[in-house]
């Protein structure tokens, strides 16, 4: 399995600010998976971020407010833009493919976001 | 689209018995993948087990077991010697198996309670 580390670990922020969140794997992987799970709610699926490739977003989620980048196969990174408080959840990174198995999903230990 | 169905909010277990957590899917795909993860609250995702749609042995890790069944669409998690380390929030989720991109759909989530 791969070891996922997440900066920050949580963050109180202004409204109208942005904040980049930082996911860091130890191995390389293929596929990289920003999650948003809002307070007491399920996961939702961000966006799939590939290496060297724009980020595929779901329904519900824009680039201009949630742009990611993947630089290479170990690191990627998710900016909150402009936020209000209905940002406030935890995101989650999650990896999968290379050296873990590319069919189960490992994740970080999630940003705790709280939007004033 | 596929969806996971949890309908056990919250489920209570006393240490040391066996207790079963529910899922339920819907899908029009042959051959996926079924997961059960653990987000105790340190929110840390853990992935618990997880079962290949196109074997019929029931997928076991230690005290944790699932029964499968897929005509009935059914990937039921068994906890057998709870313990305190156990409470936690189970999310059941599902991912095709046809590309590496494909993203996992997760149920609402069941509350796990241990007592003494």
């Known amino acids: 399995s791969a070891v996922i580390s997440q900066k920050p670990s949580r963050d109180i922020c202004q409204r109208g600010t942005s904040l980049t969140i930082q996911c860091q794997v130890d191995?390389?992987?293929?596929?990289m998976f920003w999650y948003r799970q809002q307070p007491g709610q399920s996961l939702t699926l961000i966006a799939t971020?590939?290496?060297?490739?724009?980020?595929?977003?779901e329904s519900g989620f824009v680039i201009d407010k949630f742009p990611i980048s993947r630089p290479n196969l170990t690191f990627s990174t998710l900016t909150v833009s402009n936020m209000s408080p209905e940002d406030s959840s935890i995101y989650l990174c999650?990896?999968?493919?290379?050296?873990?198995?590319?069919?189960?999903?490992?994740f970080g230990p999630g940003t705790r976001l709280t939007v004033l | 689209a596929q969806t996971v169905t949890q309908s056990q909010p919250e489920m209570s277990v006393q240490e040391a018995e066996t207790v079963t957590l529910s899922c339920t899917y819907d899908?029009?795909?042959?051959?996926?993948?079924l997961f059960w993860y653990k987000q105790p609250p340190s929110r840390q995702m853990i992935l618990v087990i997880r079962q290949e749609a196109y074997k019929q042995q029931n997928a076991t890790e230690n005290r944790f077991s699932v029964n499968f069944q897929k005509a009935a669409k059914s990937f039921s998690l068994k906890i057998s010697d709870s313990q305190l380390g156990d409470a936690a929030m189970y999310f059941c989720a599902y991912r095709r198996r046809t590309g590496t991109a494909s993203k996992l759909t997760f149920g609402t989530g069941t509350r796990l309670q241990v007592t003494l």
């Open positions: 971020a590939n290496q060297g490739s724009e980020a595929t977003y």
């Open positions: 899908t029009s795909e042959s051959d996926y993948y």
């Open positions: 999650s990896a999968s493919g290379r050296r873990t198995s590319t069919d189960t999903q490992y």
């Open positions: 191995s390389q992987v293929t596929m």
